[in-house]
């Protein structure tokens, strides 16, 4: 659910790209308020997407690539069990027309 929202979306692909970022910087990007960027990095850090370090009075968020990669293996794992699914649909259902063809 952490990545449901296309806020936290972006800030997981800011992350990905920059590799760091603080949270005056997410914020300004997304043009959301300190509050609500700040709900938003909640979530992904409860999902153990995102972590964050204090420097001062910044926060600076990094991507927890390791948790990406579980979520990533196991889309691949569904995408690929969907994909032959429908490709099996797809030679049935053109097997039938053939039949019916006939």
Same mark, same amino acid.
């Given at each position: 659910? =952490?990545?449901? %929202?296309?806020? /936290?979306?972006?800030?997981? =692909?800011?992350?990905?790209? *920059?590799?760091? +970022?603080? $949270?005056?910087? &997410?914020? =300004? &990007? @997304?043009?959301?308020?300190?509050?609500?960027?700040?709900? *938003?990095?909640?979530?992904?850090? %409860?999902? /153990? @997407?995102?972590? /964050?370090?204090?420097?001062?009075?910044r926060?600076?968020?990094?991507? #927890?690539?390791?948790? +990406?990669?579980?979520? #990533?293996?196991? $889309? %691949?794992?569904?995408?690929?069990?969907?994909?032959n699914?429908?490709?099996? +649909? &797809?030679?049935? &259902?053109? #097997? +039938?027309?053939?039949?019916?063809?006939?």
């Amino acid at each position: 659910m =952490a990545l449901s %929202d296309s806020s /936290r979306r972006s800030i997981v =692909a800011q992350l990905a790209e *920059h590799g760091e +970022l603080s $949270i005056g910087d &997410a914020s =300004a &990007a @997304l043009q959301l308020s300190p509050a609500g960027i700040t709900k *938003h990095v909640k979530v992904l850090e %409860d999902a /153990r @997407l995102v972590v /964050r370090r204090v420097e001062g009075r910044r926060h600076i968020l990094s991507l #927890e690539s390791r948790r +990406l990669q579980l979520a #990533e293996d196991w $889309i %691949d794992r569904y995408c690929t069990f969907w994909t032959n699914s429908m490709n099996r +649909l &797809a030679d049935l &259902a053109t #097997e +039938l027309e053939q039949g019916n063809q006939s």
